[in-house]
Nanobody, 115 residues
């Protein structure tokens, strides 16, 4: 079965960096577009970034352009999100997503940006 496991979240000061990982299994990872979403308290889940099967970024949310970079390693079945110049408004639970008929989600990893 499909499994998506996020890691790499934590507490970081404004201006800092984090690298999130999403380890995927149970499907042919290299065949699918993958996405990062996030959900802040009291807000709807929003798309952060998407990457094509060959590793080309498809799009970024306007709020993260120039600061976040999505990437993937198909040999490791893993997707990444490099987050730089973090802001308090980036605080959220970050989720890995696969759309394959149904939507599949990981459990998420908490990112907190605070001084």
């Amino acid at each position: 079965q499909v499994q998506l496991v996020e890691s790499g979240g934590g507490l970081v000061q404004p201006g800092g960096s984090l690298r999130l990982s999403c380890a995927a299994s149970g499907f042919t990872f290299s065949n699918y577009v993958m996405r990062w979403y996030r959900q802040a308290p009291g807000k709807e889940r929003e798309l952060v970034a998407a990457i094509g099967s060959a590793g080309i970024a498809i799009n970024y949310a306007d709020s993260v352009k120039g600061r976040f970079t999505i990437s993937r390693d198909n040999t490791k079945n893993t997707m990444y999100l490099q987050m730089n110049s973090l802001k308090p408004e980036d605080t959220a639970v970050y989720y890995c997503n696969l759309l394959r008929g149904n939507n599949y989600w990981g459990r998420g990893t908490q990112v907190t940006v605070s001084s």
